[in-house]
């Protein structure tokens, strides 16, 4: 299957010009799809309803969408309140209907300079032809470390307990004329989870070790409840992948702050990870995974 990890920048290219169509083509063709810096209603985008926008742009492509703030944006309107919430956040689109999302609001410091904004984590299950898989959309903080490793840290132990959690609800229903569960079995929270997103790191990072470990004494060893980063398992990424590109006093940065990182499990069916480094329809580029979804859990691929 093909996954795209994106930060559209709310539909601003490198060339300073607003098109959201033009981030949607970029994404259409992959069967998962992780978007961050998606936004409704601000001014510096006509006010767009941009998950909306985008979903009628993705046809295809069932989604959810994960405001990591929410601010009143209504309007009074021939003497009534139209209610709108200016809104920005993280979006999951799956060719693939997606059974159950959460939305995890990261912890968050303070700060007096500069201006520092909430992130989130949309988390949806979907069911694979593999199995089911968690797959996250997320953004992390962008100015300091700390910050950041508090984030990982929050979402690694509600990863760990995924399992032992359960999805949204759990057990016998009871109370059957209440019809809790809809006819529908108990839905799944299963460990094998998939990380997308503008983490704001780089390899070699103090965050990037917390989350994949350190070098371990085996190349390639992947534990069951912990993850590794697909371009790593896919290749030996070269110093000219990267995912975004600043002037940062007076240098010209090429970074790799855009990740996708697989479940223990799924590190044997990573087949390539990239970036296409000549899109402009943003300041970060598109991070392309493959990975196989289709060989049923159990079957032996995981350990290819």
């Known amino acids: 299957m093909k996954l ?22 970029v994404v259409a ?24 926008l985008l979903s009628r742009l993705l046809p295809e492509h069932y989604w959810v969408y994960g405001p990591a703030f929410d601010m009143d944006a209504s309007e009074r309107r021939d003497g009534r309140i139209v209610n709108r919430r200016r809104q920005f956040g993280t979006m999951v689109l799956s060719k693939l209907p997606i059974v159950w999302s959460r939305l995890h609001t990261l912890p968050l410091r303070r700060t007096v300079r500069p201006l520092n904004t909430r992130n989130a984590a949309l988390e949806c299950m979907i069911h694979t032809p593999a199995g089911p898989v968690r797959v ?29 959690d359960g999805g ?31 983490f704001n790191m780089e390899p070699g990072s103090a965050e990037y070790r917390r989350i994949v470990g350190s070098t371990p004494y085996h190349r390639g060893a992947a534990y069951l409840n912990g993850f590794v980063d697909a ?22 940065a090429k970074r790799r702050l855009d990740h ?26 598109p991070l392309r995974v493959e990975i196989d979804l289709e060989t049923p859990f159990g079957t032996g691929a995981e350990g290819a």
């Open 4 to 25: 795209v990890s994106y930060n559209i920048q709310y539909g601003f290219g490198s060339d300073g010009r607003y098109d959201l169509a033009r981030s949607a083509e």
């Open 231 to 252: 371009a790593a398992v896919a290749s030996d990424p070269t110093a000219e992948f990267h995912t975004h590109v600043k002037t940062i006093d007076g240098r010209l």
């Open 168 to 198: 949204p609800w759990s057990g016998a229903d009871d109370e059957p004329v209440r019809n809790w569960s809809n006819g529908e079995p108990e839905p799944e929270n299963p460990l094998a989870a998939i990380w997308m997103g503008d």
């Open 29 to 52: 063709g992959a069967d998962i799809i992780a978007l961050q810096e998606v936004e409704r209603h601000w001014l510096r985008s006509n006010e767009d309803d941009q998950p909306e």
């Open 260 to 285: 996708c990182f697989v479940g223990g499990m799924l590190a044997g069916r990573v087949r390539s990870a990239s970036a296409d480094i000549d899109e402009i329809a943003s300041d970060h580029f």
């Open 136 to 164: 996250l959309s997320l953004h992390l903080a962008h100015i300091a470390a700390e910050e950041r490793l508090e984030q990982i840290d929050y979402l690694l132990a509600e990863h760990r307990r995924a399992p032992s």
